[in-house]
């Protein structure tokens, strides 16, 4: 079966730094670019970073870039999200996200998120 299973949110103080881990099985990791994204209560989803199939173009949204860095490593089929940084408007559940590099109409994944909680 397919999975994505995030880990390493926890709780951190402002400034702080975690992170993150995805381990994803069950399908061709190579192929598919990687995607964080997350959120918060009462707020839409919003994409935090991007990680492409081929070549490993990454792409930050504007709230996280120069703080957060995407990478991934094929041979062990995770993808990582190193927050550092970190405000307490980072708070929000992570999720990882898979979608095919390309080829079209692919099944896209999602794992069940981890929390990130940025408190004093």
């Known amino acids: 079966q397919v999975q994505l299973v995030e880990s390493g949110g926890g709780l951190v103080q402002p400034g702080g730094s975690l992170r993150l881990s995805c381990a994803a099985s069950g399908f061709t990791f190579r192929r598919y670019t990687m995607r964080w994204h997350r959120q918060a209560p009462g707020k839409e989803r919003e994409l935090v970073a991007t990680i492409t199939s081929v070549g490993g173009t990454t792409l930050y949204a504007d709230s996280v870039k120069g703080r957060f860095t995407i990478s991934r490593d094929n041979a062990e089929n995770t993808v990582y999200l190193q927050m550092n940084s970190l405000k307490p408007e980072d708070t929000a559940v992570y999720y990882c996200?898979?979608?095919?590099?390309?080829?079209?109409?692919?099944?896209?994944?999602w794992g069940q998120g981890t929390q990130v909680t940025v408190s004093s």
């Open positions: 996200n898979a979608v095919h590099g390309y080829e079209a109409g692919r099944t896209p994944y």
